[in-house]
């Protein structure tokens, strides 16, 4: 078109020209009229040749109606399921209910100024997230827009959100711990790199707590760390990210947040895309750790997604496959055969629970899918016995396999000592007469709760745990006053400086704890305990 207005416009000027000058013609000028139009009437049509139209196929919808957080269009026959859409005001939408005549679509951006009648396109692709290493240190939300104060320049490698999990071949046994820094799961409930490890309690338990502890303790362990927070309080998630900060841990972390007022949609692909990111570092060989902080709130709005889509509600009115978007999503946390890089995820998936309800619908399908769980007691989160873990309702079902040898010399005694005194510490209270033995164990029980204390984000080496349950399992705090064994356990564990550099060695690397480091920690210890007493 702008070819052929030139041409016309240029010989247009010709002819004026010519009209009002009386001189010789320019070179190959026409003589008459008729040549003029001849030679318009000639660019016209060779212009019309050479113009090739280019279609670019696009299938436009209508929006019928909008709701909280959903869109129904029509139009799109040939949309496909979880297809990307793309509203007016650069909103997009996953196609998610596909019927007949109109299709639900998730909203994934702020709707307000969507109306009936606007315009939806395909993009033909399905929805993903931006990958790259460039995203550690960075907080972001699950479109990958930049949360903090920087510009974010992404890169073109992008992920799905939802990938199939890894083959059952592909994947290799769990064998390599991920230390939480916390004695009491670290000797107690055990956790692999690759495991998922459910943790539940009712709210203000300490749940969160324990997921960032585990991601400081990670500095220097070269695990990428992946904290996504679902529909929680600005102020919250806000304190746990200037937390990280201070304790240097966000330099290998990053963080996926959708806050409480974020459309539901935003909230929903959260913990996917928060996967896909760190199957990002998964793939590349790297140990991975992903925290869901949490999916209950997941799961609320999911279900308040699929009551708008008028989907069926099910047990306490969630959809009937809830089970299935937990699943799917848990199943992608593994660790892969040396052939893939070796790599692993790890995913500490947090359920809030009602009035200590694990019973509950969406717990109990969490319990199921997961490796074990630890659960929150608020009673003992009342009684300061923290972190509020209930040992008795808590359970690692492969963290076992993967526990350093010193920690599994300890933990056996320890569980059983541990047991013992709970069942007998009921009966001390109704004030029985104890005989020696009774009270012995009940002592001795005392001294190792308060040992399982520990102080929010300050988690311990290997070291420092391994002297500290050494030295309570061989008696050494028994001659201690349950007062000052706060300040006798702090000693022993400061004296994990002395232990010699070749027996740490051998404790993170080799096959057992041998009967001469043993002796040689305890006595360590003693000698600590030794100066403290006098
Ligand atoms: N080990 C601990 N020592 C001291 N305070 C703790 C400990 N664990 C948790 N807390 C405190 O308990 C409160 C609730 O913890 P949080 O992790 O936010 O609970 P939840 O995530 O279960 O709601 C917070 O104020 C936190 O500082
Ligand atoms: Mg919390």
Not at 239 to 263: Q, W
């Amino acid at each position: 078109m702008a070819n052929e207005r030139k041409t016309s416009a240029s010989s247009n000027s010709a002819s004026s020209n010519s009209a009002s000058s009386n001189g010789p013609l320019p070179d190959g000028m026409p003589e008459s009229l008729d040549g003029v139009v001849d030679q318009v009437f000639a660019a016209l049509s060779t212009s019309r040749e050479n113009f090739a139209p280019q279609l670019l196929l696009r299938e436009v919808g209508t929006v019928t109606s909008v709701l909280t957080g959903i869109a129904t269009v029509d139009g799109l026959p040939n949309v496909g399921y979880e297809e990307l859409l793309k509203f007016p005001g650069n909103v997009f939408g996953i196609a998610f209910n596909i019927d007949e005549s109109e299709i639900g679509v998730i909203l994934l951006g702020d709707y307000w100024h969507l109306k009936a009648g606007d315009r939806v396109e395909r993009t033909g692709r399905v929805m993903d997230v931006a990958v790259g290493d460039y995203l550690l240190g960075r907080v972001i939300d699950p479109l990958g827009r930049a949360l903090d104060d920087k510009e974010i320049e992404h890169t073109s490698e992008r992920m799905p959100i939802e990938r199939p999990a890894a083959a059952i071949m592909d994947r290799s046994p769990v064998t390599v711990p991920l230390q939480t820094g916390l004695k009491v799961i670290d000797a107690l409930i055990p956790i692999g790199r690759g495991q998922r490890e459910l943790i539940l309690g009712d709210r203000q338990t300490g749940k969160s707590t324990i997921a960032i502890d585990t991601i400081i303790s990670q500095r220097g362990q070269n695990v990428v760390c992946i904290y996504c927070a679902i529909g929680q309080r600005a102020s919250t998630v806000g304190r746990n990210i200037a937390i990280m900060r201070e304790k240097g841990a966000m330099d290998y972390t990053v963080v996926v947040v959708t806050e409480g007022d974020a459309p539901p949609g935003l909230a929903y692909i959260a913990p996917y895309a928060a996967t896909s990111i760190a199957e990002y570092f998964m793939n590349a060989g790297r140990d991975v750790l992903i925290v869901y902080d949490d999916l209950t709130q997941h799961a609320r709005s999911y279900r308040e997604l699929s009551l708008l889509l008028r989907r069926p509600p099910g047990r306490e009115a969630f959809p009937g496959d809830i089970f299935y978007i937990h699943s799917r999503l848990l199943e992608r946390a593994t660790r892969m055969c040396p052939e893939f890089g070796g790599g692993s995820l790890t995913a500490l998936p947090i359920i809030e629970t009602e009035a200590q309800d694990i019973a509950a619908y969406i717990p109990t399908n969490l319990i199921s899918i997961t490796d074990g769980q630890i659960y929150l007691s608020p009673t003992l989160f009342e009684l300061g016995m923290l972190p509020a873990i209930d040992v008795g309702k808590s359970v690692s079902r492969v963290g076992g396999k993967a526990q350093l040898p010193a920690y599994r010399a300890v933990a056996s005694d320890l569980k059983l000592a541990y047991a013992q005194f709970e069942e007998l510490e009921t009966f001390a209270r109704f004030g029985a007469s104890l005989d020696a033995s009774t009270r012995k164990i009940i002592e001795h029980g005392q001294r190792i709760r308060s040992c399982l204390k520990q102080p929010e984000f300050s988690p311990l080496s290997v070291a420092e745990q391994i002297i500290v349950l050494l030295a309570l399992i061989a008696g050494l705090f028994d001659a201690i006053a349950i007062a000052r064994m706060t300040e006798a356990q702090k000693i022993v564990q400061e004296s994990a400086a002395k232990i010699p550099a070749d027996v740490i060695d051998r404790l993170l690397h080799a096959k057992n704890l041998s009967t001469e480091d043993r002796a040689a920690i305890v006595q360590i210890a003693r000698q600590a305990l030794a100066d403290f007493k006098s």
